[in-house]
């Protein structure tokens, strides 16, 4: 329409997904999502539930599904929810909301993939990834989880998106294309199948 052609989905930056599937240590298999809106925490329940099955959230498209989640199972959490926002500012306006749930999962050792959104634009944090970067560097360090990124926006967001997505790679993140091809890349990681990176969707 715009006489652009359309993008490769499925493309990533970052460790290739041969790359984080080798540096996945034993008893790793478990993935974590940690959304700071609901609509990309939905598409990865729905997408995740697809391939791996049970996905606990406190948004649950399964009302079974829901919190709190026992030991060994696959979570994916909206932090836009009241429960993590009360008290304190919305995680797409203070992306250190997020940085302690990271490094709660991070160091649970069952888990092998942390899935996150960063959301640009008017009225997000100035420098989303400028918080975060080092944080993934720190919970992947010595075998910690793959975390995967997926960056919403535009390089005329006064964040600019190739400016955050390189801050992310820099710090060892696989940044994918789409929203739901990061969860196509986490299940791929945790189950070691490479085959789901292009499941269509």
Same mark, same amino acid.
């Given at each position: 329409?715009?006489?652009?052609?359309?993008?490769?989905?499925?493309?990533?930056?970052?460790?290739?997904?041969?790359?984080?599937?080798?540096?996945?240590?034993?008893?790793?298999?478990? +993935?974590?999502?940690?959304?700071?809106?609901?609509?990309?925490?939905? *598409?990865?329940?729905?997408?995740?539930?697809?391939?791996?099955? *049970?996905?606990?959230?406190?948004?649950? +498209?399964?009302?079974?599904?829901?919190?709190?989640?026992?030991?060994?199972?696959?979570?994916?959490?909206?932090?836009?929810?009241?429960?993590?926002?009360?008290?304190?500012?919305?995680?797409?306006?203070?992306?250190?909301?997020?940085?302690?749930?990271?490094?709660?999962?991070?160091?649970?050792?069952?888990?092998?993939?942390?899935?996150?959104?960063?959301?640009?634009?008017?009225?997000?944090?100035?420098?989303?990834?400028?918080?975060?970067?080092?944080?993934?560097?720190?919970?992947?360090?010595?075998?910690?989880?793959?975390? +995967?990124?997926?960056?919403?926006?535009?390089?005329?967001?006064?964040?600019?998106?190739?400016?955050?997505?390189?801050?992310?790679?820099?710090?060892?993140?696989?940044?994918?294309?789409?929203?739901?091809?990061?969860?196509?890349?986490?299940?791929?990681?945790?189950?070691?199948?490479?085959?789901?990176?292009?499941?269509?969707?």
């Amino acid at each position: 329409v715009l006489g652009m052609a359309a993008p490769d989905s499925t493309l990533t930056m970052g460790p290739s997904v041969t790359e984080a599937r080798r540096r996945r240590t034993p008893g790793r298999a478990l +993935i974590r999502g940690l959304f700071s809106g609901g609509t990309l925490c939905y *598409e990865s329940l729905v997408l995740l539930g697809r391939t791996i099955g *049970e996905v606990r959230s406190n948004t649950p +498209i399964n009302p079974a599904w829901g919190l709190p989640a026992p030991s060994g199972s696959h979570q994916c959490l909206d932090l836009g929810e009241e429960e993590y926002t009360r008290g304190r500012p919305h995680p797409m306006i203070d992306p250190e909301a997020r940085v302690e749930l990271l490094r709660e999962h991070g160091a649970d050792p069952e888990v092998a993939v942390i899935i996150l959104d960063v959301v640009l634009g008017y009225g997000a944090h100035p420098d989303p990834a400028g918080i975060l970067a080092p944080e993934c560097e720190s919970v992947m360090a010595e075998g910690g989880p793959q975390i +995967i990124a997926y960056v919403l926006g535009t390089d005329q967001d006064p964040q600019r998106y190739s400016v955050q997505r390189k801050r992310l790679v820099e710090a060892g993140c696989i940044v994918t294309e789409t929203a739901a091809r990061s969860s196509l890349v986490a299940a791929a990681i945790a189950t070691d199948n490479p085959g789901l990176v292009n499941m269509p969707l």
